[in-house]
């Protein structure tokens, strides 16, 4: 990659409010690449061109650092925290919170054989310590090392609805802890899904504490743009666990 193509990654990078160093700039830069690579042989992502994958994923993936209990969370246990990410398929949004947030004590939940081998290279190649693969389904880990009551952060992105992935999210759960669910589409829908959800959120012993939404990390396309990257809205729903 020349030298104003790595430029212009930092600077969208920076323009949305992540300040990258120089060795965490290469290893963006070298998880895009090898992603890129591995999309030939293994369908990791649709998203493939350099200007999707830093916006639509790791761009997509740091939009969890906005949510105040996580910049708490982060800024008061500086020797660490936990974070299990459930179906992480090409690691996101995990391996980019990684290399953004290097103390974070990483797990990364991955059961299509293909995409852990995935996960298991590229961290070994961008030198990420205490990071983990398990190329097993959630459900399986509640009564592992991993299970219960053991991550202070489990995170899912665009995956199963809130309702069919509570049962295998929450008990990984600490109490106090949060599972933060990435959702697209409309605010009605994501309100549905949560009410649908919510006595089995209840029986679990826990509860929706937000719906958070910013604009996706689009740049200043104009809206009549139709592109695939159109400025749009993504959200998180927090979930507390308090028991």
């Known amino acids: 990659m020349n ?19 120089s060795q965490q700039l290469d290893q963006f830069i070298y998880y895009l690449q090898q992603l890129q690579i591995w999309n030939r042989k293994i369908n990791l992502t649709r998203i493939d061109d350099v200007d999707g994958i830093v916006r639509k994923h790791f761009l997509d993936s740091l939009q969890l650092l906005e949510l105040k209990w996580v910049q708490a ?21 995990g391996l980019p919170l990684k290399i953004y947030h290097p103390q974070i004590e990483l797990v ?14 590229i961290s070994a190649q961008l030198s990420l310590s205490a990071v983990q693969v398990i190329a097993e389904r959630a459900e399986h880990l509640l009564d592992s090392e991993h299970g219960q009551h053991s991550a202070d952060l489990v995170v899912t992105r665009y995956v199963a609805s809130l309702q069919a992935s509570a049962t295998y999210c929450l008990p990984l759960v600490k109490p106090d802890g949060r599972w933060i669910a990435y959702k697209s589409g409309r605010v009605d829908d994501i309100r549905q899904e949560i009410y649908q959800a919510e006595s089995v959120l209840s029986s679990l012993g826990a509860k929706v504490v ?34």
């Open 210 to 243: 937000q719906i958070w939404e910013r604009p996706e990390y689009a740049g200043n396309r104009p809206k009549q743009d139709k592109s695939e990257y159109q400025l749009g809205y993504n959200r998180l729903v927090e979930i507390r666990r308090y028991n």
């Open 3 to 21: 030298s104003e193509s790595r430029s212009q990654i930092g600077t969208l990078f920076c323009e949305n409010g992540f300040q990258l160093s």
């Open 73 to 93: 969370m982060l800024v008061d246990r500086q020797s660490g925290c936990r974070l299990i990410d459930i179906g992480s398929g090409a690691g996101f949004p």
């Open 108 to 121: 990364l939940i991955e059961p299509v054989t293909k995409k852990a081998s995935f996960l298991h290279y």
